[in-house]
């Protein structure tokens, strides 16, 4: 199969090799480090940063697949036809796995530990004993949880979940990466590291990495632990893809849930107008499309990753920070809809041929964000106000909002009928970008963000005055931003609505070029 890989499209053999190089490059580059660490005098340093550094790969292993899935070449469901017995297709499978590129690298990098750890012969044998646990481990993680990525999230709503856990832990965990990036490495680093070193060292993914580690250092009775843990855990692993292996043999793929859905749902609740069928129709989409609610659910998350920026390197004092996360969750619920109509695909030609005037269409496509930008006010000043202390502050709050959210909704109402570029189709993944985006997607961004802060820019000012001049200063921010969000909202949907009026054909056209 990995010669077969060479027998591909040509892009795909130049994918490979370019994957092949890089690969390369990182083996010559750790490996030079794990053998230059042979000749350094500091064991206990050497000894954290190589068991951290070893827990993180084979941790890597196993959760990659399951949070983002892969393409599993080796599926086991694949060979069911070919009459091979369960116990032979596991080992060949398990064997088989050491033919990728990051299963190469990481066993030239596990035997280069041989050398970091040579301080004697008995040592060099342990040494070597551990890097074939360390290296199958890791291995036969990835292959259980390739397993269980593939046979488990079949489905593209099991897909979709995982996919946003995925993006869900990498934004969570950036405010653990700009702690570290805060500490000052010359002086503690080391021992940070050491503490890590500690409590890993005794973790199913850790505890290979630490048996020579720890010879080295004199921890003797310690390492003799983790040889256990590390030989028990390699063995529950194969236990685990024999299981799969003979179950996937003769299960078939799931298929996915079909629901049945009783009732209108909100084409029942909404008025029997025009623009209540398409707000209706918005409505629903935005509770049960992907593509739709992935968006809302980033939304809160971007406020924690500011804010953290800014309590890492003390840049706001006091209770100020209260008075942020609002505001930056309503700008971002305002632009959500600055494409709006490109979700539609080529069902956009219902709106045309149906005669569906722009006003209607407009006003509707906006309730849905209506229902959740209102509330979100609401609450969310309270929580505010409750926070950092001042009730008065109330009013510049819901002035910067009301404004941001008014003005965002009144824009997306024109960027999304002047200027639609393509979006994941529906269906797909709401990470599957499509190829055809270009610079258009980032100027439309880039455009639509920079006009709702310049026109939410008096109320904002104003409330900023009331924070650090005079309190006074709140109701300007309060009135400047209603009359401001007023006027956006009404201009953008009645001009949005004049567009649409006037370029339906021009949209169905840009999105069946699009499908």
Known sequence: MLGGAFRRSPWQVVGLVLASLYGIGMTVLLVGGLI???FVPDVESVRAIVIVAGTVVTTGFLLLPLVFGVDDTL???KF???GITRNRLAVGLAAGSILSVPAIVLAICALATVVTWSHGFWLTVLA????VIA???SVLAGRVATAVAGFLLDTRRARELTGVIGILLVVLISPLVLSLSNVGWGAQGLSIVGVFADILRWSPMGAAWAVPADTAAGHG?????ELLIAVAALAGLWLAWRALVAHMLITPSRAGEVKTYSGLGWFGVMPATAWGVVAARSLTYWGRDARYWVSLIMIPVIPVIILTAFAVVHAIP?????LLPLPIMVLFLGWAAHNDVAFDGTAVWLHVVAGTTGLADRVGRIVPLLFIGIPLIVIGTAVSVYFYGDAHVALALVGVTVCELFVGLGLSSVTSTLAPYPVPKPGDSPFQQPQSVGAI????????????????????VFGVLGVFVDPSWFTASLWAGLVVGALGLAGGVVGGGAIFNRRGPQMLDAAVKAA
Not at 128 to 131: E, K
Not at 221 to 225: E, F, M, S, V
């Open 36 to 38: 230059a660490a042979r």
């Open 221 to 225: 009775g310690a390492a003799a632990l």
């Open 75 to 77: 599926d086991p469901r």
């Open 318 to 322: 006091g209770t100020y920070p209260a």
């Open 135 to 137: 290296t199958a481990t």
């Open 441 to 460: 997607a980032a100027v439309v961004q880039g455009f639509s963000l920079t006009v709702i802060l310049v026109l939410s820019a008096p109320s904002i």
């Open 128 to 131: 070597f004993i551990s890097a």
């Open 80 to 82: 069911a036809l070919f």
